[in-house]
C-alpha cells in the first residue's frame, strides 16, 4: 500500500466513526481532492494528553480537536476514573464559547453517563473559574472545563481537573493517556442521548457569594474601571461581581463585551499581545477610569492597565509579575498572618494553614521578599496552576502569564474574577490615600529592590527550532550574558531540589547586579520561551528612575545574549 493509500484509508476509516457532519464534510473534501499533504499533517500521531489536557487546532483527523477526539479522552478518563474506585462518581463539565465547545461538552457528558458516572453541565458558557469552584462545591470526583483560553481562534482545548478542584499532573496525565490509547472505536462506546443533568445557576449564585468574600467588609469601593472581556465569557459575571461587592459599575468595551468565537478585533485574544488592548485603551481616554482591567477568553486570567503620562496613549499594561506582587502586598495589607492563621503567631496546624505565597520559577522573585519581610511562608513550583495551586498552605499564588489565586479555599487554580475584584479594592484603597498602584510599585522597590522582568518569546511554525535551540544551550551553556557571570546553570529536565523534572534551563548571573534565566518550550502553545529578570538595589524614591533605566540596558543585553547562544 503507498503512502497515499494508507492516507486514505485512515481518513475513511474517521469517516466512518465521526458523528459530526462538519468535519465529516471537511475531510471527505480532502480525501475527493486526494491532498495527502494536508491528510498527512492531521493523520501524523494524535494530540497528545498531557498535564495540559488537550489543545490544538479544530479539524478533522486525530492531531485536531474534533468529537471524536473528545469523545475518545473523555472515554478514557471515564475509565481512568472507575479504575480509582470512582464508579458512580460526578463529573462536572464547563465550557467557554469557542467554536464546538457546547458540543464538546454535551459528548463529554454523553460518555460520562454511559460509563456509568453521573454527569453534570454547567447551564451556559462561563468562566473557567466557576467550573474550578464547581467541583470542590459540589463533592465532584473530577472537572472538565472545555476551552483554549487565550488561543487563536481557530483552537480548542480539553483541561482536566480531578476532585480536588486542582488541575492534573503527573502520574495522573500518562495514566489517563494510557487509557484513551486503550479506547477502541467510538462505535462501541455508549452514548445516551440524556440521563446528564445541566445545573441552574445555583452553582454560579455560591461562586459569586465567595468572590464578594475575598474583600474586606468595610474597604472602600470608589475605583472606576474599563473592563474588556475580550470576547469572551467574563462580562456578566464580572458585573454581577462588581455589583454585589458594590464598586461602581464597569465602563465595558461594547465592541468585546459579547462572546464571539471568531474574536473579531483581536488577532489573539490575550491581553498580553499587541494591539489586543488598543480598544480597551482607547476607551480609557474616553471615559477617564482609575484602571482598567481586561479578562482572557475564559476570564481565568486578568489583567491591568494604569494611566501612565509616558506610555504611548498614555496608558500602560503592568506585567503579570507587577500584578502578582501587588496583589501579595494588598493581601499582607489587608493582614493575612493574623486572619490566615486564626490570630496569633504560635505552631500548630490551625495557626500554620494558609500561610503560604506561591508562584512558579518563571515568576519574579519579589513575592517570596515580600511573604519573608511578612513571616510567611513562601514555594517557588514549575510553571503552571497545577503546581502552584498543590503549595502546601496556601494562600495565595500567582504565576507571571496573569494568573493570580486568591482564594484556593474556593478556587485552587487561578481566577481572574476574584483578581479583578482584589485590584480595585487596592486602588479604591489607594485612591483614598491620594496615591496609586504605580506609588505601590515604587514603594516595593525601594523596600526590597527593583526586580525588574522581561520575556524573550519565539513563535515558530516548526517546533524543529525549538528543540534546536534547546540542545545548543544545553550542549554549550552560556558562561555569561550582558556581562555578568553565570554563576550556576541547571538543567531542569534532571530535576532540581523540590521540583519535578521539567524540560527546562535555568540561570543564576552574577556581577554588578544578580539575574535570573530561564528558557523552556511552551506547554500549550508552539514558542520557546525564556524568563528574564534582574535586581538593581535602590537608595530611596529619587533613584528610582535611574535603577529602571541600568534594569532596561541589563535585560536588553541578556535578551541579545541569549538569542545568539540559543540560535534564535
Given at each position: ?39 498527512g499533517a492531521r493523520f501524523a500521531g494524535t494530540l497528545q494528553f498531557g498535564t495540559a489536557g488537550l489543545r490544538g487546532e479544530l479539524g478533522a483527523g486525530p492531531m485536531r480537536m474534533n468529537r471524536v477526539t473528545v469523545i475518545r479522552a473523555a472515554a478514557g478518563l471515564a475509565a481512568y476514573l472507575k ?464 535603577a529602571r533605566a541600568r534594569a532596561a540596558e541589563v535585560l536588553a543585553a541578556v535578551k541579545r545574549d541569549l538569542a545568539e547562544a540559543a540560535g534564535i
Amino acid at each position: 500500500m503507498t503512502v497515499a493509500q494508507d492516507l486514505i484509508a485512515q481518513a475513511r476509516a474517521w469517516l466512518a466513526e465521526d458523528p459530526d457532519a462538519e468535519t465529516r464534510d471537511e475531510l471527505g473534501r480532502l480525501v475527493d481532492a486526494g491532498d495527502t499533504a494536508e491528510l498527512g499533517a492531521r493523520f501524523a500521531g494524535t494530540l497528545q494528553f498531557g498535564t495540559a489536557g488537550l489543545r490544538g487546532e479544530l479539524g478533522a483527523g486525530p492531531m485536531r480537536m474534533n468529537r471524536v477526539t473528545v469523545i475518545r479522552a473523555a472515554a478514557g478518563l471515564a475509565a481512568y476514573l472507575k479504575a480509582r474506585g470512582h464508579a458512580g462518581g460526578l463529573v462536572v463539565i464547563g465550557y467557554d464559547a469557542r467554536h464546538k465547545s457546547a458540543d464538546f461538552a454535551r459528548d463529554t457528558a454523553a460518555v460520562m453517563t454511559g460509563a456509568g458516572l453521573r454527569a453534570a453541565l454547567l447551564p451556559r458558557p462561563l468562566p473557567t473559574p466557576v467550573l474550578a469552584f464547581a467541583i470542590r462545591h459540589l463533592g465532584a470526583v473530577a472537572g472538565v472545563e472545555v476551552t483554549a483560553s487565550h488561543n487563536p481562534p481557530r483552537d480548542n482545548g480539553y483541561k482536566v481537573y480531578l476532585g480536588d478542584g486542582a488541575q492534573i499532573v503527573p502520574p495522573a496525565d500518562a495514566g489517563i493517556a494510557a487509557e484513551i490509547a486503550a479506547v477502541g472505536s467510538i462505535l462501541d462506546l455508549p452514548r445516551p442521548e440524556s440521563g446528564w443533568e445541566t445545573l441552574g445557576d445555583e452553582v454560579l449564585e455560591s461562586y459569586l457569594e465567595r468572590t464578594d468574600a475575598v474583600l474586606s467588609p468595610h474597604s472602600p469601593r470608589t475605583a472606576r474601571v474599563v473592563h474588556t472581556a475580550l470576547h469572551g465569557v467574563g462580562t456578566d459575571v464580572v458585573l454581577a461581581a462588581w455589583e454585589r461587592a458594590g464598586f461602581p459599575a464597569p465602563v465595558l468595551v461594547g465592541e468585546q463585551a459579547e462572546p464571539d468565537p471568531d474574536f473579531p478585533t483581536v488577532a489573539f485574544p490575550n491581553p498580553e499581545e499587541p494591539g489586543a488592548m488598543d480598544l480597551a485603551f482607547a476607551k480609557a481616554r474616553e471615559a477617564g477610569p482609575d484602571i482598567v482591567i481586561a479578562n482572557d477568553p475564559d476570564a481565568d486570567r486578568c489583567a491591568v492597565a494604569v494611566p501612565d503620562d509616558t506610555a504611548d496613549g498614555g496608558w500602560r499594561m503592568l506585567r503579570g509579575d507587577e500584578v502578582g506582587v501587588l496583589l501579595g502586598a494588598h493581601l499582607v495589607r489587608k493582614g493575612v498572618p493574623a486572619d490566615a492563621s486564626g490570630g496569633g503567631s504560635g505552631s500548630g496546624s490551625a495557626e500554620e494553614a494558609n500561610r503560604t505565597f506561591a508562584t512558579s520559577i518563571v515568576s519574579s522573585s519579589l513575592l517570596g521578599r515580600i511573604a519573608e519581610a511578612a513571616g510567611l511562608g513562601y514555594e517557588e513550583t514549575l510553571t503552571g496552576f497545577k503546581w502552584i495551586s498543590r503549595a502546601e498552605g496556601l494562600r495565595y499564588g500567582y504565576e507571571e502569564a496573569l494568573g493570580y489565586c486568591v482564594d484556593p479555599d474556593g478556587v485552587r487554580d487561578k481566577d481572574g474574577i476574584t483578581a479583578a475584584l482584589l485590584v480595585a479594592e487596592l486602588a479604591s484603597e489607594l485612591k483614598a490615600e491620594g496615591r496609586t498602584l504605580t506609588d505601590l510599585l515604587d514603594d516595593l522597590a525601594v523596600a526590597h529592590g527593583l526586580h525588574a522582568t522581561d520575556q524573550l518569546s519565539v513563535r515558530v511554525e516548526d517546533l524543529g527550532v525549538i528543540a534546536e535551540a534547546m540542545r545548543r544551550l544545553r550542549d554549550k551553556p552560556p558562561a555569561a550574558l550582558a556581562g555578568l557571570r553565570v554563576a550556576s546553570a541547571e538543567d531542569l529536565s534532571e530535576g532540581s531540589g523540590a521540583l519535578p523534572p521539567t524540560d527546562g534551563l535555568r540561570y543564576r548571573l552574577e556581577g554588578e547586579y544578580d539575574a535570573r534565566v530561564i528558557v523552556r518550550p511552551s506547554g500549550t502553545e508552539p514558542k520557546l520561551k525564556c524568563y528574564l529578570e534582574v535586581v538593581v538595589p535602590v537608595a530611596g524614591p529619587s533613584g528610582l528612575p535611574a535603577a529602571r533605566a541600568r534594569a532596561a540596558e541589563v535585560l536588553a543585553a541578556v535578551k541579545r545574549d541569549l538569542a545568539e547562544a540559543a540560535g534564535i
